[in-house]
């Protein structure tokens, strides 16, 4: 099964901080990372797929890059609404679908 | 509106048996990809369990292969996650979910295995 890791474990920022997660994969999966949000008492929601490809209506602050091992989540300008745990996913081979352990942003 | 609804969480006994509900609305569960995926409390997510679409292939993960199984009833357009032989590790909020990349998401139903 491919190993997801994810750093830090938690960060405490500001509002219109810019806030930088990274996963790393324990082996290659091209660009099939994925990223979700996850509120307190509230199931995930999906934010980025495809590494980079954001979800519908989730706001532009929101970026990803990355590709084989490394990926990154980027939020450019944190937001009040963005304190959240925030998982990476890999969809490249499944099943088992792996994801990391969380990363909590929490209010400096 | 796409949404999913669980039920039939509560609290079991170690070794006990629980069956999941999940209702689909706005989309066709035998359509896509239908998985179960947990979180033990203050922990991360695990996933748990896939039906396919189609032919309805199923696969589990390591920890529950053996006790769970996963289903679906297309007439009632309804995912199920049959729980057998519970254990205190399987205490849980329990998610259904769609597709690969998952989305949308139930709001979940929290199963408590406790003597």
């Known amino acids: 099964d491919i190993q997801m890791t994810q750093s830090p474990s938690s960060v405490s920022a500001s509002v219109g901080d810019r806030v930088t997660i990274t996963c790393r994969a324990s082996q290659d999966i091209s660009r099939w990372l994925v990223w979700y949000q996850q509120k307190p008492g509230k199931a995930p929601k999906l934010l980025i797929y495809a590494a980079s490809s954001l979800q519908s209506g989730v706001p532009s602050r929101f970026s990803g890059s990355g590709s084989g091992t490394d990926f990154t989540l980027t939020i450019s300008s944190l937001q009040p609404e963005d304190f959240a745990t925030y998982y990476c996913?890999?969809?490249?081979?499944?099943?088992?679908?792996?994801f990391g352990q969380g990363t909590k942003v929490e209010i400096k | 509106e796409v949404q999913l609804v669980e039920s039939g969480g509560g609290v079991i006994q170690p070794g006990g048996s629980l069956r999941l509900s999940c209702a689909a609305s706005?989309?066709?569960?035998?359509?896509?990809?239908m998985s179960w995926v947990r979180q033990a409390p203050g922990k991360g997510l695990e996933w748990v369990s896939v039906i396919y679409s189609g032919g309805g292939s199923t696969y589990y993960a390591d920890s529950v292969k053996g006790r769970f199984t996963i289903s679906r009833d297309t007439s009632k357009n309804t995912l199920y996650l049959q729980m057998n032989s519970l254990r205190a590790e399987d205490t849980a909020v329990y998610y259904c979910?769609?597709?690969?990349?998952?989305?949308?998401w139930g709001q979940g139903t929290l199963v408590t295995v406790s003597s």
């Open positions: 979910a769609a597709n690969s990349p998952f989305d949308p």
């Open positions: 706005g989309f066709t569960v035998s359509s896509n990809y």
């Open positions: 996913q890999q969809a490249n081979s499944f099943p088992p679908w792996t």
